[in-house]
């Protein structure tokens, strides 16, 4: 059926549309995606409680298989993440990027232990939520609706299929909050005289279509077309990357039959396949960068493969929140989402000062705005206070990514979390030996910082 494609391809269109016509999603910086997910999240919802068999078979056919799309298309994502990156020596980024490593990891960490604490003393003795909603907040807010959606499958063989539809859920406020916050921080910081650059105005429509004088290459082609087609291998490469993380999936299902622990056998059943492509991907460009003298593999076309299939990820997860799931825990979801924006809000007001070397705030905004949207918010944030990227910011937070990504934000800890947060009953550890080890990484990394960093200041 090609309904389903059509429909995903309208709602992407008409969001783009909405966001260069409409001044208020001008002054937010909503992805376009995002736009488009929030109106099929509408239309969808109106016609599946019209009641009527002829609407529900007519949302039946224009939204087949949209809610399993998530969770395949966040495996190309991951699986692209290092693909064509020329890959510096891990000292090189701990030079250039340890700081703000170190602040990035506390931001995360702490969005679980807020996360985790408030559901363990508060909203599981009054809401009888499981102690996994405290992963909500840091799955939607460090780790997106890429990650949101990934998670589905973990979720459901977790017996807590709602997990999905709130980790969307916050993902969306997350990602809407972290601009509107950021701007509001921004000015707060020029009044006080934190800035060293005066903050530049973005044009909202010029971040939604390009110059035609300024227009860059998509990526360059590396393959003569009489033999394939450049974009066909770059497909192919990442399929490859796929299948390796694939292969890694299937050892740790080997190792889970040999071990015989209940916990890891919760683990490696329920892990997902996305964060294993992304080491799937990193293990394909380590061969390139020491096999390939030809340099077959173009960061730009991986770069295209990797931001259509966020985008068509994005609309199809939104488009399809189960409302009704959210319903009977609205309350304790709300008191969730307010406890991890004053979080975000601490730490850039309060800790980025103290732990960061320099340029405290421009490094801080950055970092908040990748934490509780995607990466792209935080540069945008970033681009507002340091428009020609002056400050050791930009460069500091690229690198960055290098080294956080691969655990938090969608990585191998955020893919663990919610599996040891399960109850101990089914193999989990429960709320409490997880809150002590995130209390237990946000003391390390603190201890780093002053260790190596603070003497800088």
């Not at 599981?124 to 909603?133: D, L, S």
């Not at 801080?364 to 910011?393: C, K, N």
Request: a positive charge; proline letters at 5%.
């Amino acid at each position: 059926m090609v309904q389903p494609f059509i429909g995903l391809c309208i709602l992407l269109w008409v969001g783009h549309w909405l966001r260069m016509r409409i001044k208020l999603l001008h002054k937010l910086y909503l992805p376009s995606c995002v736009i488009g997910g929030v109106l099929g999240l509408i239309i969808v919802q109106t016609l599946s409680n019209a009641n009527t068999p002829e609407l529900a078979d007519f949302v039946n056919t224009w939204t087949f298989g949209w809610s399993k799309m998530p969770s395949f298309l966040i495996n190309i994502v991951f699986a692209c993440l290092f693909l064509g990156v020329t890959l510096p020596k891990v000292t090189t980024l701990w030079r250039r990027a340890g700081p703000q490593l170190a602040y990035g990891q506390i931001v995360a960490w702490g969005q679980y232990t807020v996360g985790i604490g408030i559901t363990l003393f508060f909203l599981t003795p009054i809401f009888k939520v499981p102690h996994m909603f405290g992963a909500i907040i840091p799955i939607g807010f460090e780790g997106g609706h890429g990650t949101a959606g990934g998670m589905a499958p973990v979720f459901e063989a977790l017996g807590y299929p709602e997990g999905k539809d709130f980790g969307l859920a916050s993902a969306t406020v997350g990602i809407m909050s972290a601009i509107i916050i950021g701007m509001v921080l921004i000015n707060w910081a020029a009044r006080k005289g934190h800035l060293s650059h005066k903050p530049k105005a973005v044009d909202a429509y010029t971040s939604s279509v390009l110059n035609i004088e300024e227009r860059p290459n998509a990526g360059k082609l590396t393959i003569s077309a009489d033999a394939i087609e450049t974009f066909t291998f770059h497909v192919s490469v990442v399929g490859i990357a796929i299948f390796l993380g694939w292969l890694g999936k299937q050892g740790l299902l080997g190792l889970d039959s040999l071990i015989g622990n209940k916990t890891f056998h919760v683990i490696a059943q329920s892990f997902p396949l996305f964060p294993l492509c992304m080491l799937g991907g990193l293990i394909v460009q380590l061969l390139e960068d020491k096999f390939d003298k030809h340099k077959l593999i173009d960061p730009g076309l991986t770069r295209r493969i990797q931001n259509s299939s966020l985008d068509f990820l994005v609309v199809a997860a939104i488009s399809t929140i189960n409302i009704k799931a959210l319903i009977p825990s609205l309350a304790p979801f709300f008191i969730l989402v307010v406890a991890g924006l004053l979080w975000n809000i601490f730490c850039v007001l309060y800790l980025a000062k103290r732990l960061l070397p320099d340029f405290w705030f421009e490094r801080s905004i950055a970092e908040l705005g990748q934490s509780m949207g995607v990466t792209a918010t935080g540069l945008l944030l970033l681009r507002v206070v340091d428009p020609e990227y002056e400050s050791p910011a930009a460069d500091a937070f690229a690198s960055k990514q290098l080294l956080h990504e691969p655990f938090m934000g969608g990585g191998l800890w955020t893919s663990s979390a919610v599996p040891l947060l399960a109850a101990p009953a089914i193999g989990g550890l429960g709320g409490v030996p997880v809150l002590l080890i995130t209390v237990g990484a946000i003391v390390f990394w603190l201890i780093i910082t002053f260790a190596f960093f603070k003497k800088r200041a």
